[in-house]
């Protein structure tokens, strides 16, 4: 299975932009990086997906280096309700689907 | 549309019995997956289809767990013996192709404890 590493836990206030980075190895080349976003109690919700370079949403950035050994979310201006667990999903060449750790994002006020 | 629908929403059994979890995927979604979210080992796929038929199952943990999908709006996942290791979160997802392979609609989890 491919490894996957996420901090496991951040703090930010509100109104900073905040920036979590998956690290992988052994994914496969073709398929995509995406980011979940989960609440307590809740399923994960996807929050963006991508295969290179830069993707942009409504509510977040994705940066992937051309090697695609990891990923960064960008989260710009986070809110108190952006307090929440992101989780990283990568598939590997076995085409095995694998979330990362998980990072806990704490919003202070 | 109501989302993924999972049922039930709590379980609590003891060690010994059966567990059946059911999901019913978004309508017209294509594939549906099964996973187990724990302190310990964090979110594992379990298992997943495509059009109704198993694709991957290498997640499953022992022959005590098993999942089915008769048909496109119906999945159950069925423990049997439970065992208190077998205590988690249990999600149903489902996707489309069409929208993003990984794009998964999470359903709200069924919380499993086994006595």
């Known amino acids: 299975l491919a490894k996957t590493t996420q901090p496991i836990s951040m703090d930010s206030y509100e109104g900073q932009e905040v920036n979590i980075t998956c690290s992988h190895n052994n994914i496969a080349t073709n398929d995509y990086i995406t980011w979940y976003q989960q609440f307590p109690s809740q399923g994960p919700r996807f929050i963006i997906q991508g295969y290179k370079t830069k993707v942009t949403n409504e509510v977040a950035s994705l940066f992937i280096p051309a090697d695609r050994k990891s990923s960064t979310l960008s989260l710009p201006r986070v809110s108190l309700s952006d307090t929440a667990v992101y989780y990283c999903l990568v598939v590997d060449y076995g085409q095995n689907f694998v979330f990362g750790p998980g990072t806990r994002l704490s919003v202070l006020p | 549309d109501a989302g993924v629908i999972q049922s039930p929403r709590h379980e609590v059994t003891e060690m010994g019995q059966e567990v059946t979890l059911r999901c019913k995927p978004i309508s017209g979604h294509d594939y549906l997956f099964w996973y187990r979210q724990t302190m310990m080992r964090g979110l594992e796929l379990l298992i997943y289809?495509?059009?109704?038929?198993?694709?991957?199952d290498s997640g499953m943990p022992e022959d005590r767990f098993s999942a089915k999908m008769p048909n496109a709006s119906f999945s159950t996942l069925k423990i049997q013996p439970s065992e208190p290791r077998d205590s988690a979160v249990y999600f149903c997802a489902s996707s489309n192709l069409g929208v993003g392979l990984y794009e998964q609609f999470f359903g709200p989890g069924t919380r499993l404890t086994v006595l």
């Open positions: 289809f495509n059009n109704n038929v198993p694709i991957d």
